[in-house]
């Protein structure tokens, strides 16, 4: 990556002008994962493209040239770069921010070393972390995640933090359930297939928000599970499948020990490792109104 990198830098400073500069870097993503990335910074703006290399350093192990990959990054940072600066001022001002403050679900275990630079609240095994929803007409909807140095400048609490995002969250982004037949159905039409696809299977639902961004949050929404589960009459398996959306199972004899199992399947060989929520279920009784991490200790037999 080194040897890549530095050849892409090259490339790139002979291809655009010599007031814009060339910036590399590390990015730390969800879960510890670590990506590098390509910014194109020009004079007098604020705000620049973050291209990530991981695509491209695979088409220079392919034998791509450096300067074919570098003229396309150039497309793209060109493609996307905003005409303007961008107003931050909204920022800075807790008064102005406070309403687009919104939560995300993570996984606290493999988040550590992220959650020593930024507030978060507890939620089972998971935590709560806080990001401000930016809408743009230009940029359109992008996000700035919240870091103990924004809450030092704006003199607030992570409870009032946390207070502000529970209100704002189920307002901004509501969250949406679809029956997995529906889902189905657009993404391959109607056919025997897919009769046969949903009869083998358990009856499923996924939730998500309206943006589909970060949507396994909605799990935590004020009554949206116990509403679920009242109007089906009963309880409820919650399959974290990404931190974008979770699936619903209403509970009919269903093994939760084999739904882990499943869920461990799936996050090691299909979620990219980055949008991985949880290894296990959740587990909603609607008679006791309460929600808990379902982890067996035993063997299941599926």
């Given at each position: 990556?080194?040897?890549?990198?530095?050849?892409?830098?090259?490339?790139?400073?002979?291809?655009?002008?010599?007031?814009?500069?060339?910036?590399?870097?590390?990015?730390?993503?969800?879960?510890?994962?670590t990506?590098?990335?390509?910014?194109?910074l020009?004079?007098?703006?604020?705000?620049?493209?973050?291209?990530?290399?991981k695509?491209?350093?695979?088409?220079?192990?392919?034998?791509?040239?450096?300067?074919?990959?570098?003229?396309?990054?150039?497309?793209?940072?060109?493609?996307?770069?905003?005409?303007?600066?961008?107003?931050?001022g909204?920022?800075?001002?807790?008064?102005k921010?406070?309403?687009?403050?919104?939560?995300?679900?993570?996984?606290?275990?493999?988040n550590?070393?992220?959650?020593?630079?930024?507030?978060?609240?507890?939620y089972?095994?998971?935590?709560?972390?806080?990001?401000y929803?930016?809408?743009?007409?230009e940029?359109?909807?992008?996000?700035?995640?919240?870091?103990?140095?924004?809450?030092?400048?704006?003199?607030v609490?992570?409870?009032?933090?946390?207070?502000?995002?529970?209100?704002?969250?189920?307002v901004l982004?509501?969250?949406?359930?679809?029956g997995?037949?529906?889902?189905?159905?657009?993404?391959?039409?109607?056919?025997?297939?897919?009769e046969?696809?949903?009869?083998?299977?358990?009856?499923?639902?996924?939730?998500?928000?309206?943006?589909?961004?970060?949507?396994?949050?909605?799990?935590?929404?004020?009554?949206?599970?116990r509403?679920?589960?009242?109007?089906?009459?009963?309880?409820?398996?919650?399959?974290?499948?990404s931190?974008?959306e979770?699936?619903?199972?209403?509970?009919?004899?269903?093994?939760?020990?084999?739904l882990n199992?499943?869920?461990?399947?799936?996050?090691?060989?299909?979620?990219?490792p980055?949008?991985v929520?949880?290894?296990?279920?959740?587990?909603?009784?609607?008679?006791?109104?309460?929600?808990?991490?379902?982890?067996y200790?035993?063997?299941?037999?599926?």
């Amino acid at each position: 990556m080194k040897e890549f990198s530095a050849k892409l830098l090259r490339e790139i400073e002979k291809m655009i002008p010599a007031d814009q500069k060339v910036e590399f870097s590390s990015i730390m993503k969800n879960n510890g994962v670590t990506e590098e990335a390509v910014s194109i910074l020009e004079k007098d703006k604020n705000i620049s493209p973050t291209i990530y290399l991981k695509e491209f350093y695979e088409w220079y192990k392919d034998g791509v040239e450096p300067a074919e990959i570098a003229a396309e990054i150039i497309r793209r940072n060109n493609e996307f770069k905003l005409k303007e600066s961008l107003d931050i001022g909204f920022f800075v001002n807790y008064e102005k921010a406070k309403s687009r403050i919104v939560f995300k679900l993570i996984n606290r275990k493999k988040n550590r070393k992220l959650l020593e630079k930024i507030p978060y609240v507890n939620y089972m095994d998971l935590v709560m972390v806080f990001y401000y929803l930016i809408h743009d007409e230009e940029a359109g909807n992008a996000t700035i995640l919240i870091h103990n140095s924004h809450l030092k400048m704006w003199e607030v609490t992570v409870e009032e933090v946390y207070k502000q995002a529970r209100a704002n969250t189920p307002v901004l982004l509501p969250a949406a359930i679809t029956g997995m037949r529906e889902i189905i159905e657009q993404m391959m039409g109607e056919s025997k297939e897919v009769e046969a696809l949903i009869e083998d299977g358990f009856p499923m639902y996924v939730m998500t928000n309206s943006m589909k961004m970060n949507g396994a949050a909605t799990m935590a929404y004020p009554n949206v599970i116990r509403n679920f589960a009242n109007a089906i009459g009963k309880n409820v398996f919650i399959i974290p499948s990404s931190v974008h959306e979770v699936i619903l199972v209403p509970e009919t004899g269903t093994e939760g020990g084999c739904l882990n199992d499943m869920v461990r399947e799936v996050n090691e060989t299909q979620v990219d490792p980055k949008e991985v929520l949880a290894d296990h279920v959740y587990y909603y009784d609607r008679v006791e109104n309460r929600m808990q991490s379902y982890v067996y200790e035993h063997v299941s037999y599926c």
